[in-house]
């Protein structure tokens, strides 16, 4: 069984209120959260969790905020002798903007996203202005995209499991690797979100629901089972990662 290595490449940063991340708590706190494209070296396919941002902001003051440099989508995957072309897997959390801002470029790419997020991505509600379909045109219409109904494997030790946490086709991705089952969250957290401060275990919460999801009852439900089941947890936006070429333990 092959054993995979994940390399998380930030492609893009957001400041905002904290209380975009934790549901509830931590308003009114300036926060910073890296946006990721995850390769995943292993096996005979060049494989991508998410895009990234077309257009990062990058300079200095940001960089020294994460700890760690901020790419362009060319840059990052130079850095592991890649070129857009040399894609031949991308595998979608889910479809913001954020995440699938590059997906154009990989001209040579099977594109793995569930239903939910295309029809969202078509027909958005207006509080969801994050679906922007211009990012996933070319690859639709190139019929580059391959429809998810639910759970999905992938490729032998890389696995895609439904979890509507954050939007309705939010899909968490389970990567076997040295250092046990990765898991990187279909769905918008950070750390915090599952390994809370004290004030709020104290109310009796195991976990913090992101600050949007589509059902914050049932979102803390999953959370609960994907923390579970992780050897190894890679909350989608946790800064901590920007400073890893390799994500611990794997």
């Known amino acids: 069984?092959?054993?995979?290595?994940?390399?998380?490449?930030?492609?893009?940063t957001k400041r905002f209120d904290?209380?975009?991340?934790?549901?509830?708590?931590?308003?009114?706190?300036?926060?910073?959260?890296?946006?990721?494209?995850?390769?995943?070296?292993g096996g005979d396919k060049k494989i991508l969790v998410d895009t990234g941002e077309m257009q990062p902001i990058i300079s200095d003051d940001r960089e020294a905020d994460l700890g760690g440099r901020i790419y362009t989508f060319e840059d990052g995957l130079a850095k592991y002798g890649l070129k857009p072309e040399d894609i031949d897997i991308v595998i979608h959390?889910?479809?913001?903007?954020?995440?699938?801002?590059?997906?154009?470029?990989?001209?040579?790419?099977?594109?793995?996203?569930?239903?939910k997020e295309l029809e969202h991505v078509h027909n958005p509600h207006p509080l969801d202005f994050r679906y922007l379909e211009d990012y996933i045109e070319d690859v639709e219409e190139n019929g580059?995209?391959?429809?998810?109904?639910?759970?999905?494997?992938?490729?032998?030790?890389?696995?895609?499991?439904?979890?509507?946490?954050?939007?309705?086709?939010?899909?968490?991705?389970?990567?076997d690797t040295a250092?046990?089952?990765?898991?990187?969250?279909?769905?918008?957290?950070?750390?915090?979100?599952?390994?809370?401060?004290?004030?709020?275990?104290?109310?009796?919460?195991?976990?913090?629901p992101p600050g949007t999801s589509v059902n914050t009852y049932n979102a803390y439900d999953i959370m609960l089972k994907v923390k579970e089941m992780a050897d190894i947890l890679i909350p989608l936006?946790?800064?901590?990662?920007?400073?890893?070429d390799v994500v611990e333990g794997t």
């Not at 959390?93 to 239903?115: G, L, M, P, Q, W």
């Not at 696995?159 to 509507?164: I, V």
């Open 144 to 175: 580059q995209i391959v429809i998810l109904d639910g759970d999905k494997e992938i490729l032998p030790g890389i696995k895609m499991m439904h979890t509507p946490v954050h939007t309705e086709g939010g899909m968490t991705i389970l990567i």
């Open 237 to 244: 936006h946790e800064p901590a990662f920007a400073k890893m």
């Open 18 to 41: 904290k209380g975009m991340m934790t549901y509830q708590h931590g308003y009114g706190l300036p926060y910073i959260i890296p946006i990721y494209c995850w390769y995943i070296e």
């Open 179 to 208: 250092g046990g089952l990765a898991v990187i969250t279909g769905f918008c957290v950070i750390k915090e979100n599952f390994y809370p401060p004290l004030e709020v275990t104290g109310m009796e919460m195991e976990v913090i």
């Open 1 to 12: 069984m092959i054993k995979y290595r994940i390399h998380p490449i930030v492609m893009g």
């Open 93 to 115: 959390t889910h479809i913001h903007n954020d995440h699938c801002e590059n997906d154009y470029k990989c001209s040579n790419a099977k594109f793995y996203v569930h239903r």
